[in-house]
Every structure is written in structure tokens, then in C-alpha cells.
């Protein structure tokens, strides 16, 4: 069933019928589903009351595991935008590379991300809305910008001032940008009308309650965190935050916060499990349990069932264009062992309305068994790239034969026999998962290029892991350098996880017969021990 409602209003629902149960917990605070409503209208209005009339219909979250982003989020949604995440752990200047492509005309910053803002605010084109609800005081930043409107937690406008102004089910719920193959990051259209579908699935799948504690392991800069805000406030469930110093002991996070409803990427468990934290009965509270944003390797499965022996375990797929996830499988003892691939638990089966195909490379549909690029498209499918005909037209296209438009997803995958599931085979280009981040290798070599200044620039995913890849090692054709000298450049532009691991100089990359960079024989050299 297809839903034509704002993402927001099973949130404003959900503080109808439970005000004072709590709606999220953060930063060792917890806010009542009346305290967030508050604090999130008195920011939609705020917004509405200094809107522009021209720009884009969207508002950047500058902020980090802390009340001001959850309520950011809301806030935007309320007052008739769509939100631009923005992460301070990122290197500021991608940033300010994401702030500015977005055109973003408001944005919501908390006290921790403030120490950047003059960052963001250097390169601005246009009049800015800075919104600080946590923030008791904002003379300096005015003193220094006075071409901005600055508005502090004193100032902001009441929470009746907020007038719903609906939105058609196409428009922006939120703007995400992904690694991108140019060095430039890309961000993804993803309407209203998509996340409702999802999250439309997932409750009744779940059967959410107003007595569900829901993990929120992700940043918001990650699609999946979507999935702990709108599933729970769509049914008065409670959204867990960890801290950062629970990221590193989740064991204690699962017992400290009572979580019913648990949700990461598969590298947690392969974390907890290599920890020994995967001990039989360790989590009875734990009644759902999923994972998303890499494969599952079939160990992790197991060992973490038996850890939390209430709780059903499923395995999500779906990249962020297909709205956080579009394909899950249940894991079943009795016949999931024989279903799973190369030790990796299956994605399973399309989410309600999804359709799929498996392509080969002239985007015709292959034979029950073989295996293929799998494309989908129905409700979830989402608008495009921002500002982007060209990739939009790449990737989303009619395969020969079918009239509707499809996503070409770049995975490969096996198109099942009868009601078999789908089973995931990897990438078909050079496209890696790490630590569940998705990461662009073209990315890391147009910034390595850029700090070089050499050509012959090739990465690779490296060493393989149950879960993707263990980092980024590059490949450099010229003379020796200072390696430190480049990595420090090159962290200053990306997130960590994407900094390469080592650099590898040599007077020849290797190629292949058709004069082309041989990667293959790159990864060879890689384990002999280069």
C-alpha cells in the first residue's frame, strides 16, 4: 500500500496519544514525546516565520548525538522542509562542500558543532537562517556575520506559532549525500512518499509499540538512522541514542538502555562476537534484531541468536536510493544455513511493491540460478540525484522489454530458483563497503590525485573481511613521496573510514592485456605481502 501522509505526522500522532512517555533518549537526557513536540514546533516555526521565498525547500542539522539534532530533524520536517544531515566528525571541509550543494537556506547547529560553523558560513552565497535552540547566546557570531539572522534558544518563536503546511507525498523528506565517484560527494532525493512505504512495513512487520526501546547506532548521516527515528515515533516507541562511549561497548548499551529493538551494521556483531560479548542469554530483552549496510556473515548470526535467544534476527538490504532498506530475510535454523552463499546470510525477499530484476550487462533479465546486477524499482525508489540529470539518467533507467524505470543497485546477486532468496555476491564495480560506510574507490583516487598530482592513482578495498573490507590501500605510479604528508591532506577532505590505510609507489602499476590498470594483480601484490 502505497502512503500519500508526511513523514512527520505519525510522530505529531504519537505525542497526541502518549505525551509523557519518552520519545528519545540522548546524551544521558530524556524527552517526553511532548517535550520533543515542543521543542521541534518551536524550531518549525521559527523557520517558517524567517522563510525565504526563494531556495530550496530544505534545512541542514549541524548536529551530533544531542537533543538539538533530533529535534532539528523534526523541526524541518514541521515546518514543510526536508533535512540536510550534516556531521562534525567529517572533515569540515566536506562539510562545507555538502552544506553548499545542498543550498540550504536554514540550518540547525548545536553547541558542539559550533566551534565549525565559521567554516560553513565562509563560502555562503546567500542570507542564512542559523537556528541554535541550545545555545543561550549567539552576539559573536552575529558580530561576525551580520549578513545572517542568528536566533538562540531565547529567541526562538513559540510553539504555537507553527502552522502545518502539508506536503505533497514527492516532495524532499530528506537530502543525504553519498560518496561520490567524481570526489565530489552526491546526495540523494529521498521523498516523503519513500520513507512512509518503508516505515509503513516495518511497523506492522515489527509490531512497534509505545513499549519498544529502539537502538539508534547510526549517524544521521547514515540512511539507516531514518529507520530508529520514524519507526518508533510512528508508534510511540522511545529512540536510544548511544554515546560514543557506548559505540564501543555495545554490550553494555543493549543491557543499560533495556533495548527491545536493535539495529547496526554487521560489523557490531562481528565485533561482539570476536570480543566473546556473544555469550548465550546475555540479551533477553532484545525482541528484534536486525542488521543493515554490509553483508552478514552466517557465524554472526548464530552466535548473536544465541545471545539474545527472545529475539527474531533479520538480515536488511538496500542502498540509500532504494530508501534504507528494500530487501530482508528471517533467519530460519532449520533451512537459513542451506540458503546462505559463501558463509553470507541471504538479503531475502523484496519489500511490499518493490519489484525486482536481475540483469546481465546489456540489462536483460538472466535465468533462474545465475547470477546478475540487481535492479528495483516501486514505492521506495527515490527521486534521483540533487542537481544531477546526468547520474540520475545513469542510474535510474528502463531496462529492454519493461516500461517502468528501474535503479541499477551495482550489486550482484544470484536471481533465485522458486521462492528462494536472493543471495548477495558482491560488487560489480568498484564500489566497497567499510565498517558499513559505502565508499567510492573513484573518490579516494580523485582526492589522492588532486594531493599528488600524479595520474597513475588506483584504490582497492583491502584486507577482505566477513563484512566488506578492512580499509582503503592506494596504488601511486611515479616516484616515492612523503606518504604522512598525503595522508594528512587527504584526511583533511574525508571521513576517516575512507583515509587510505597505506600508499604504494611504483615505478609501473601493473596492467592488464588491454593497457588498463589491472587491479587484480594490484591485490596479488597485496598478498604477498607488499
Not at 82 to 99: A, D, H, I, K, S
Not at 123 to 151: C, G, M, N, S
Not at 312 to 323: A, C
Request: glycine content about 8%; aromatic content about 8%.
Amino acid at each position: 500500500m502505497e502512503s500519500h501522509r508526511a513523514l512527520w505526522a505519525g510522530f505529531l500522532r504519537s505525542a497526541e496519544r502518549f505525551p509523557e512517555r519518552p520519545a528519545l533518549v540522548v546524551a544521558d537526557q530524556a524527552l517526553a514525546y511532548k517535550d520533543l513536540r515542543e521543542a521541534a514546533c518551536r524550531i518549525a516555526a521559527t523557520i517558517q516565520a524567517h522563510a525565504e521565498s526563494s531556495g530550496p525547500r530544505l534545512t541542514a542539522v549541524f548536529a551530533y548525538r544531542s537533543p538539538a539534532a533530533f529535534a532539528g530533524v523534526m523541526g524541518a520536517l514541521l515546518a514543510g522542509n526536508g533535512y540536510v544531515p550534516l556531521n562534525r566528525t567529517f572533515p569540515v571541509e566536506r562539510t562545507q562542500l555538502m552544506f553548499e550543494r545542498s543550498g540550504s537556506r536554514s540550518i540547525v547547529v548545536d553547541p558542539g558543532s559550533l566551534p565549525q560553523l565559521d567554516t560553513l558560513l565562509s563560502r555562503a552565497k546567500a542570507p542564512l537562517l542559523v537556528i541554535a535552540p541550545d545555545v543561550p547566546d549567539t552576539a559573536a557570531y552575529r558580530e561576525r556575520w551580520p549578513q545572517h539572522r542568528f536566533v538562540a534558544s531565547g529567541q526562538l518563536e513559540p510553539a504555537s506559532g507553527w502552522r502545518e503546511r502539508p506536503r505533497p507525498p514527492e516532495a524532499i523528506a530528506y537530502l543525504l549525500f553519498t560518496s561520490g565517484s567524481t570526489g565530489i560527494p552526491k546526495g540523494v532525493m529521498v521523498s516523503h512518499r519513500n520513507v512512509t512505504a518503508f516505515v509503513d512495513s516495518m511497523v506492522e512487520r515489527y509490531l512497534v509499540t509505545e513499549q519498544d526501546r529502539v537502538s539508534q547506532m547510526f549517524d544521521m548521516t547514515f540512511d539507516l538512522s531514518a529507520f530508529d527515528m520514524f519507526v518508533a515515533w510512528e508508534r510511540g516507541a522511545c529512540v536510544c541514542c548511544s554515546s560514543l562511549k557506548s559505540l564501543i561497548k555495545p554490550d553494555r548499551f543493549i543491557r543499560a538502555a533495556e533495548l527491545t529493538i536493535w539495529f547496526s551494521v554487521p560489523s557490531v556483531a562481528v565485533f561482539m562476537k570476536q570480543l566473546g560479548l556473544l555469550k548465550p542469554g546475555s540479551y533477553p530483552s532484545l525482541r528484534v534484531s536486525l542488521f543493515c549496510g554490509e553483508p552478514l556473515p552466517v557465524t554472526s548470526a548464530t552466535a548473536w541468536l544465541e545471545a539474545a535467544p527472545h529475539s527474531i534476527l533479520e538480515n536488511l538490504y538496500g542502498p540509500t536510493e532504494l530508501t534504507i532498506a528494500c530487501t530482508l530475510y528471517r533467519w530460519d535454523g532449520a533451512r537459513s544455513g542451506e540458503e546462505s552463499e559463501l558463509g553470507i546470510v541471504p538479503i531475502g525477499y523484496p519489500y511490499p511493491g518493490m519489484k525486482v530484476l536481475v540483469v546481465d550487462e546489456s540489462l536483460k533479465e538472466v535465468r533462474p540460478g545465475e547470477e546478475g546486477e540487481l535492479l528495483m524499482n516501486g514505492p521506495q525508489m527515490s527521486l534521483g540525484y540533487w542537481q544531477d540529470a546526468e547520474k540520475t539518467a545513469a542510474a535510474f533507467v528502463i531496462p529492454p522489454g519493461e516500461r517502468e524505470v528501474y535503479y541499477r543497485t551495482g550489486d550482484r546477486v544470484r536471481r533465485p530458483v522458486g521462492d528462494a532468496p536472493l543471495t548477495h555476491l558482491g560488487r560489480i564495480d568498484f564500489q566497497v563497503k567499510i565498517l558499513g560506510h559505502r565508499v567510492e574507490l573513484g573518490e579516494v583516487e580523485a582526492i589522492v590525485r588532486e594531493a599528488t598530482g600524479l595520474d597513475g592513482i588506483v584504490a582497492v578495498g583491502w584486507p577482505v573481511t566477513p563484512s566488506g573490507y578492512g580499509g582503503v590501500e592506494v596504488f601511486l605510479e611515479g616516484a616515492s613521496s612523503n606518504p604522512e604528508a598525503i595522508r594528512t591532506t587527504v584526511a583533511s577532505r574525508l571521513p576517516e573510514y575512507m583515509v587510505p590505510r597505506r600508499l604504494h609507489f611504483l615505478d609501473r602499476l601493473p596492467r592488464n592485456a588491454n593497457g588498463k590498470f589491472d587491479r587484480r594483480a594490484m591485490l596479488k601484490l597485496l598478498e604477498n605481502g607488499l
